[in-house]
């Protein structure tokens, strides 16, 4: 099992392009998340996914977008980036809390600069 | 809101040398506390899950416990390979959600 894994590991982009991250997980999980860890900040949650075709909005979602269009994977969009979005960007996924065990298993990252 | 809290922010220790990190909660209902380990450039590495007051679990060098207000995590004669980031996280019932906080950074000295 490769677990979860994010694509891509590192961008560069200026401001006011827009990208894509992937997520993907081959764990069966219903749950999935999208993160950013600043320096002192700690990790933030900006959306996440309760099943396939859901997302509720997390902590932080201003100027991200997020579609589940598959179990399996969990898109983050970036419509016109900004520095103050320049972060390392962490996709997590778990069982439902309806389960016995609903620990969430994370991705490598990806690290994002906007310039 | 649900809060957690750690201490130290940094800790510098001597191989061998045991000492506990802190994780300070305020939750309106524990649904779980969960500890993690980062190391640089990597994403969070799961570690454990405590539920109730009094919980206890272990793995190798590590020791984690449960109280109704914080949570430890114990290392017993830490070796270089234990230094990293280690996060504390809970969820709230009826929450899919965790709150994590800002960590501490371990350094083992050889």
């Known amino acids: 099992n490769a677990g979860v894994t994010q694509t891509p590991k590192f961008r560069v982009l200026k401001t006011g392009q827009s990208m894509t991250l992937l997520c993907a997980q081959d764990m069966n999980h219903e749950y999935m998340y999208w993160y950013r860890q600043d320096p002192g900040m700690g990790l933030r949650l900006i959306h996440y996914?309760?099943?396939?075709?859901?997302?509720a909005k997390g902590e932080v979602p201003d100027g991200y977008n997020v579609s589940r269009l598959k179990k399996q994977n969990f898109l983050l969009g970036l419509e016109s980036a900004a520095p103050s979005q320049t972060s390392v960007y962490f996709c997590?996924?778990?069982?439902?809390?309806?389960?016995?065990?609903?620990?969430?298993?994370f991705g490598p990252g990806t690290r994002l600069t906007v310039t | 809101e649900d809060q957690v809290t750690q201490s130290p922010e940094a800790l510098r220790l001597q191989e061998g040398e045991s000492s506990s990190l802190n994780c300070s909660y305020t939750v309106s209902g524990l649904r779980g506390l969960f500890w993690y380990r980062q190391d640089p450039g990597k994403g969070p590495e799961f570690l454990f899950t405590l539920y109730s007051a009094g919980e206890e679990k272990e793995k190798e060098r590590l020791k984690a416990t449960l109280t109704k207000k914080e949570s430890f995590l114990h290392i017993t004669a830490p070796k270089p390979e234990d230094s990293a980031t280690y996060l504390c996280a809970v969820r709230n019932f009826g929450n899919e959600k965790l709150t994590f906080g800002t960590g501490t950074r371990l350094t083992i000295i050889p």
């Open positions: 997590a996924s778990s069982y439902s809390i309806a389960r016995s065990s609903y620990e969430q298993y």
């Open positions: 996914s309760v099943g396939e075709g859901t997302t």
